[in-house]
């Protein structure tokens, strides 16, 4: 009985792994103007890489890299933060040229803050989640265009400095507009 439960367990691996092989994949560059209306630091500016792998018709899994600074121009150096993170996208609509689709997706952030009187940095790291809506626009069969917006509120945060430690100024509503390259 049991080499059997393994066979089958073997065999089911198999299936599945041959399965995912054939997702369609992508890679792509965002940019993201954010903004935090809980906070001194109301707008940002970030840019990202991403890639995204097709689990089924409806369902995308995309794990990205963003690094993020605000988007006033003598504010260029006061604040900083690296995202890493995994989105899922599950499409309303089925193959077509333009798609909808829902995002859920969690975060981890890396901030600093600097302080120009007192060349203090403040640290903080924070998990946080987001929500949101997107659409894709396929210009060929390997070009699509994409745009989301998300807002995003930390479910965990955990900072040295107190400066950094109230969670409704890290939460962010922000708008990803970006291209990828199907293959």
């Known amino acids: 009985m049991k080499k059997i439960l393994l066979l089958l367990l073997v065999a089911m691996s198999v299936c599945l792994g ?7 994949q992508a890679v792509g560059v965002d ?4 903004c935090y209306p ?12 991403k890639y ?12 990205s890299a963003k690094y993020v600074f605000p988007h006033d121009a003598d504010k260029w ?28 997706g969690i975060y981890y952030n890396h901030v600093i803050d600097y302080d120009k009187s007192s060349d203090d940095k403040y640290y903080a790291n924070i998990v946080t989640t987001n929500f949101g809506i997107g659409l894709d626009y396929r210009l060929s069969y390997n070009i699509t ?14 900072d040295r400095d107190i400066m950094l430690n109230d969670k409704e100024t890290h939460q962010s509503l922000s708008l990803g507009i970006g291209v990828a390259y199907n293959f």
Request: net charge negative; aromatic share 12%; charged share 15%.
């Open 18 to 24: 041959g399965f995912a092989q054939k997702g369609m």
């Open 31 to 34: 940019v993201i103007p954010a």
């Open 38 to 49: 809980n906070s001194e630091r109301q707008l940002s500016i970030g840019v990202g890489m």
């Open 52 to 63: 995204q792998y097709n689990l089924t018709d409806y369902i995308r899994l995309a794990p």
């Open 77 to 104: 150096d006061e604040y900083e933060s690296l995202q890493l993170g995994m989105d899922m996208n599950f499409y309303l609509t089925p193959l077509s040229r333009v798609r909808s689709y829902f995002i859920a």
């Open 145 to 158: 265009l994409q745009a989301e917006i998300m807002y995003g509120f930390p479910i965990l945060l955990k």
